[in-house]
């Protein structure tokens, strides 16, 4: 008895991030008058850029830091992609270019966290002005032809061939399945690996648990440090990809605006503890759908849209309430 007590405690802390989106889904069923395959797929498509950038905040929060510069990075990169394609006509070179550009910005606050020991919260608070203000300058001065015609906006030339194939891989389907969404299953597949098998993920978890212990035990805390937030760039760099094939377009004074609190809230919706040391990948998957379904609630209910951010806000407590009332749930099955 003690055992299965003992389990069903664990399952609960664990997987609470599956309890929640399956809560939060089973709401949005009973509001849309009934669920069609279209729709759920549609949730899976409109999570893949918030879920890519959300993997990286989570791999950033277990170590117990945080990156506030996610949004403005996306802006920025994306905007810049878009010239870039608007130049060359290659869909692999602006691939290249949101990886390295992403891994890049990255690279900044790695370098300032890690090595400079700036806090980072200070650092990407910076860095998410700086981006922001970069994205939006550069718009005004590149020359128009590259920007797309747009007086304040990136956009893409669809007078070039290759077009036609970005835009449709955007929002094209692999047997009815959104291929962003694919994209987005397969991240998380391969972070979920490299967090759970890898020595990468072991230390990344190592730091978070206890940063001195971690040193101690022979692990470079500041490479490791630095080399997260590479990563986290790097995904940043994908999501804008997959926003400009979405969407043929960047503005850069609302592109990725608030997505820091939506990705920080889909990491900790996925069960990523913010003082770090805990939690899973898989569970930012969740996290990022269960936040655009609260989205199609609202739209559902027809509500005003002012609203959204509130009921995310509190839906974002009640979750950290749940992930403090799991250990002493855990402790309570295993008297």
């Known amino acids: 008895m003690v055992s299965s007590k003992n389990s069903v405690g664990r399952i609960i802390s664990q997987y609470s991030f599956v309890i929640v989106f399956i809560a939060i889904f089973a709401v949005y069923a009973v509001v849309s008058n009934g669920l069609t395959w279209n729709g759920v797929m549609n949730i899976l498509r409109h ?81 998410m002005l700086i981006y922001r203000s970069f994205a939006q300058y550069f718009c005004q001065i590149i020359p128009k032809d590259l920007c797309g015609g747009g007086s304040s906006v990136y956009r893409m030339i669809n007078s070039k061939d290759s077009y036609q194939s970005f835009y449709g891989f955007g929002n094209g389907k692999i047997a009815t399945v959104p291929i962003v969404g694919v994209v987005l299953i397969l991240v998380v597949v391969l972070f979920t690996y490299i967090t759970t098998s890898t020595k990468f993920g072991k230390k990344v978890y190592a730091i978070g648990s206890n940063e001195k212990g971690a040193a101690m035990n022979g692990i470079n805390v500041n490479l490791m440090k630095t080399c997260v937030f590479i990563i986290t760039g790097a995904l940043v760099g994908a999501a804008a990809f997959l926003w400009i094939a979405m969407n043929a377009s960047s ?8 997505n820091e609190m939506y990705a920080i809230a889909s990491a900790v919706l996925g069960g990523i503890s913010m003082s770090g040391g805990r939690g899973k990948c898989l569970g930012i998957l969740f996290g990022a759908m269960s936040y655009t379904v609260i ?5 559902a209910l027809k509500m005003d849209s002012l609203i959204n951010d509130a009921i995310k806000g509190i839906i974002l407590l009640v979750v950290i309430l749940i992930q403090l009332a799991g250990p002493r749930l855990k402790e309570r099955f295993s008297k």
């Open 295 to 299: 989205d199609k609630i609202i739209v």
């Open 47 to 127: 999570s893949a850029v918030i879920g890519i950038i959300g993997i990286g905040m989570g791999m950033v929060c277990i170590t117990g830091e945080i990156d506030l510069s996610v949004g403005s990075m996306l802006a920025l990169i994306s905007g810049f992609a878009v010239v870039i394609f608007n130049i060359t006509g290659s869909i692999a070179v602006s691939l290249l270019f949101c990886l390295g550009f992403g891994a890049l910005c990255g690279a900044i606050n790695g370098v300032l966290v890690g090595y400079v020991k700036m806090p980072a919260f200070i650092v990407t608070l910076a860095t």
């Open 251 to 258: 503005d850069p004074a609302t592109t990725g605006k608030s």
